[in-house]
């Protein structure tokens, strides 16, 4: 191998190495690698039986059909490399990277390094390989090992006894990975066979029986596989692939996976050129080898059909994974067209190249810039209710194949039953639950469409519609199944509060008034209140509840919004009894002892309902003892030599991050020491040699400082981190803590550039979108403030308003240069400006959304303020005025002539009320 063929090789392992190994262990487990999961984990006998017992309301004993060969490697991979979603996916990684180097043996075969460098290549950056190395499945197993038979068989010109031997142990490798292997070694035997007997010897007799032996051994094994894949109802519905749309369903996902929009037109060139350079490649296989040739092609032909006479049978076509077989012999095909059209025709070949490898980088670009996740979001379903489910709870799951999943993923209290999608199973189900003892909520996981939900035979949504009141649902969204969890309270709500019930009296009106509270009762992180209502004098359908935990400093522990039922509208409860709702708030980990109170805000859709005269009720204080959550098995980001570990830093909000924002921190501590010897942090913005101080704290939450810490105990922190105005592009924030004295303490750790500040995140701070071209407002202003800030255009819509109604006053502001400080304008409506408003829409501009320190000179900024007018205001024309104003006071507005409004107020025009 010549030393650029030697870096090229290189450069293609590890680019195909990286594109698998992004991502890998992000994305949950789906249902079919849960049952790679099952199997890897059963013993030795159950594994090679392919048994897997199923949760339901009795243990069902299922076989599970796949042959054993996959599970074995995976279930010897597990003792090394645990079975984490990276870990359990990381074998089918190992097979693909394989593929590669194999791939490139290729061309010495047949003799050309320039087919070596294109198969390299494609199986580098195939989007099929990319796709299915991220599934703990045996599908690029299966593709290496039939790439390995293509090997030996193009190899091969004389069928000696060690290379029968050699096939036999390759053909009996391949169908114990996967039943679908037979469609294309059945006409491998066929072929050997006869170029056997064409020039037989009683040694290569003796082998080929041998090999015809161990293929009928393994043919009786699968026996009672195949009765029972005809026996069983097809598995995606009545689904049969005419054979057109089979061979170009083959052809197409071969070259650019499942992730390439096939159906959009300008992506049509680029599949044809595929199909051509297939057809090429097969014409100069047969011109140049044409016995291996026809070997390959036919038997690839052949698998294809045979697949299609056995869906008469029974539909068992879903996609390409079902003959992934043929795929390494089409990328060989397309591999010998490349290197001959770049030999032979080098700059069509070049363009060629360029477009189907751009086709597969755009395959892949759709495959990781996805919206939803490629798999059902089973671990964001399951982590959810090892959460929020009580240990009273029930959790029903309509799928058993999910059992393996449910094992893996759920660690909650709430007891969790699993059931089928209909039939008697689900009667059972329900039966056990009337007899088990008193559940107050049921949380049913359904992975189901619309019309699947509406068919009569769900027994169980009739019987939770008569017995439960649902109350709301939670989506999982993928690109292949939306889970959701459909939520229904089980107890009675017409109930009486008990004498541990503290009176509350506050209205919501004109929905309900709140009479009671009990509670809180902490269990397993989750607090519980009981809120009695009396219903008001409306009702509505959409009425929610926004719940906080907030310390006696105002700040904000834990959040929720939790809907009153939809199915039970206040209009439904009874005149003169009490309705009783559960309320519920999981607590945060890391949450510190002290005193805290319940924060409630009342909504009807999304307009606020005041608690009598104030926005939200506040409960009295109460004590908790603090919350340290589940136990954390990964090891902390940081340790310092003062007693403190720290384990976790996540922002609040997502990116993109914008200068002149606060960007909300939670830190999660762990205690080394009683107490730890940090007092306090400090976070600097490290940009190259740029170092610059954002903020200063202490080491704890102010209700629980790190001086009264003890050792093992986690605690939460939050902050808001002020990003200045002026800072950006891409730098670090690095974390400094001191002692008591005031003196830096260093971190544990190798590099000694990190253990004074280390580095806890990394953030790309975007620039402000800015607009420079005028706003199209009707009128044109005539007003600047301070020589920051002019009104270029303005718009009052309407002009004309009655009593009650609302008024948009639309501002362009036309910025000369950043102003020096941030400033909120007023909008007034009056007879005069010295006169006290009628009404006000004051705000900071935009809402605040974007703080005016980062308004750049030369950008026109929209800013729209909102004016009610008061309902009992006399008909009239009253005039509109704006201005700015800070704590030092209002700005000095001034017009184009250099004269001062007086006031500093600008009159934009008059308004017409109308009674």
Request: proline letters at 8%; glycine letters at 6%.
């Amino acid at each position: 191998m010549k030393k650029h063929d030697a870096i090229l090789i290189h450069f293609l392992i590890l680019t195909a190495f990286g594109l698998r190994l992004f991502g890998l262990g992000e994305s949950s487990l789906w249902g079919d690698e849960g049952l790679s999961l099952a199997r890897a984990r059963a013993t030795w006998t159950d594994l090679l039986q392919g048994l897997i017992i199923l949760m339901g309301v009795n243990p069902i004993v299922t076989v599970d059909n796949h042959p054993p060969f996959y599970f074995i490697i995976l279930k010897i991979w597990r003792y090394f490399g645990g079975d984490s979603e990276f870990s359990l996916r990381f074998v089918s990684v190992f097979a693909s990277i394989l593929l590669i180097p194999l791939a490139w043996s290729a061309g010495k075969y047949l003799k050309d390094r320039a087919i070596s460098r294109m198969a390299g290549l494609l199986f580098a950056v195939s989007p099929l390989y990319l796709w299915y190395s991220q599934e703990a499945r045996m599908y690029t197993l299966l593709g290496l090992e039939s790439f390995l038979l293509i090997i030996l068989l193009i190899k091969t010109t004389n069928y000696t006894p060690i290379t029968l031997v050699s096939l036999t142990s390759i053909i009996l490798i391949l169908t114990l990975t996967h039943y679908t292997s037979l469609f294309w070694i059945s006409f491998i035997i066929i072929w050997i066979s006869i170029s056997v007997i064409k020039k037989p010897s009683r040694r290569t007799i003796y082998f080929l029986l041998l090999l015809f032996f161990a293929f009928s051994i393994v043919m009786i094994l699968y026996i009672p596989i195949f009765a029972s894949k005809l026996i069983a109802p097809p598995e995606w519905g009545p689904r049969f692939v005419p054979l057109p749309d089979l061979f170009a369903d083959v052809i197409r996902a071969s070259g650019f996976g499942l992730s390439f929009p096939y159906s959009y037109p300008l992506t049509w060139p680029i599949q044809w050129i595929w199909a051509g350079l297939i057809l090429i490649g097969a014409w100069k296989l047969l011109q140049r080898f044409h016995y291996h040739g026809m070997l390959l092609i036919t038997s690839l032909i052949w698998t294809i059909i045979i697949a299609y006479i056995v869906s008469f049978l029974k539909p068992f076509y879903h996609n390409i994974r079902q003959l992934f077989v043929v795929t390494p012999g089409i990328n060989i095909l397309v591999s010998i067209a490349l290197a001959y059209l770049n030999r032979r025709y080098r700059l069509i070949g070049t363009l060629i190249g360029v477009f189907i490898f751009s086709g597969m980088l755009l395959s892949n670009w759709f495959y990781f810039s996805r919206h939803y996740s490629l798999k059902a979001d089973w671990k964001g379903v399951l982590n959810y209710l090892n959460v929020h489910a009580f240990h009273q709870d029930v959790i029903i799951l309509q799928d058993l194949q999910m059992t393996p999943l449910v094992n893996y993923y759920y660690t909650g209290k709430a007891k969790l039953l699993l059931t089928a999608r209909a039939g008697e199973e689900q009667k059972r189900l329900i039966k056990t639950i009337e007899q088990s003892p008193f559940s107050e909520r049921i949380w049913l996981i359904v992975a189901l469409s619309d019309q699947d939900l509406a068919e009569p035979d769900q027994f169980l949504f009739q019987w939770l519609s008569k017995h439960g009141l649902y109350r709301e649902q939670k989506i999982f969204p993928s690109s292949n199944v939306w889970i959701r969890v459909l939520v229904y309270d089980l107890y009675d709500p017409v109930y009486p509060p008990s004498t541990r019930a503290l009176p509350i009296d506050v209205s919501f009106l004109p929905y309900f008034y709140l009479r009671f509270i009990e509670g809180p009762e902490l269990n397993n992180g989750i607090l519980r209140w009981w809120f009695f209502w009396e219903k008001g004098t409306a009702s509505s359908i959409n009425l929610w509840l926004k719940v906080r935990l907030v310390d006696e400093t105002g700040a904000v522990w834990a959040e929720e919004v939790q809907p009153i039922w939809p199915s039970y509208p206040p209009d439904r409860w009874p005149n003169d009894q009490l309705v009783r709702q559960q309320v519920r708030l999981s607590l945060p980990p890391g949450l510190p002892p002290g005193t805290y109170r319940l924060q409630v805000e009342a909504f009807d859709l999304d307009r606020q309902i005041l608690a009598g005269e104030s926005p939200a009720w506040e409960s009295p204080l109460f004590h908790l003892e603090g919350h340290t959550g589940p136990a954390i098995f990964r090891p902390p980001i940081a340790r310092s030599t003062g007693g403190l570990q720290l384990l976790s830093i996540e922002p609040e909000i997502t990116p993109p991050y914008f200068p002149g924002l606060g960007l909300p921190i939670r830190f999660l501590w762990q205690s080394e020491a009683t107490p730890p010897v940090v007092r306090s942090m400090a976070l600097f913005w490290q940009q190259g040699t740029t170092r610059r101080l954002l903020l200063q704290e202490t080491v704890g939450p102010p209700i629980f400082p790190a001086a009264r810490w003890q050792t093992g105990q986690i605690i939460a922190q939050r902050l808001v981190l002020p990003l200045p105005p002026d800072l950006r592009g891409r730098g670090q924030i690095r974390l400094v803590l001191y002692d008591e004295k005031g003196e830096e303490i260093p971190w544990e750790t190798l590099w000694p550039f990190y253990r004074s500040s280390y580095p806890v995140l990394t953030l790309n701070l975007s620039s402000w979108p800015a607009r420079r071209k005028p706003l199209p407002f009707k009128r044109v202003g005539n007003a600047c403030f301070e020589g920051w800030i002019c009104l270029d255009r303005y718009e009052i819509v309407p002009e004309q308003a009655a009593p009650g109604q609302t008024v948009e006053v639309r501002l362009s502001w036309y910025v000369l240069r950043r102003p020096e400080q941030p400033g909120v304008v007023f909008v007034h409506l009056g007879r005069q400006p010295d006169q006290p408003p009628l009404a006000t829409g004051d705000a900071p501009p935009q809402r605040g959304q974007r703080p005016i320190l980062t308004w750049e000179p030369g950008e026109y900024v929209e800013d729209v303020h909102a004016l009610s007018i008061p309902a009992d205001l006399p008909a009239g024309r009253y005039w509109i005025f704006v201005g700015w104003y800070s704590g030092e006071g209002r700005w000095r507005a001034m017009d184009r002539s250099g004269e001062r409004y007086p006031l500093d107020a600008v009159p934009l025009g008059e308004i017409d009320i109308q009674p």
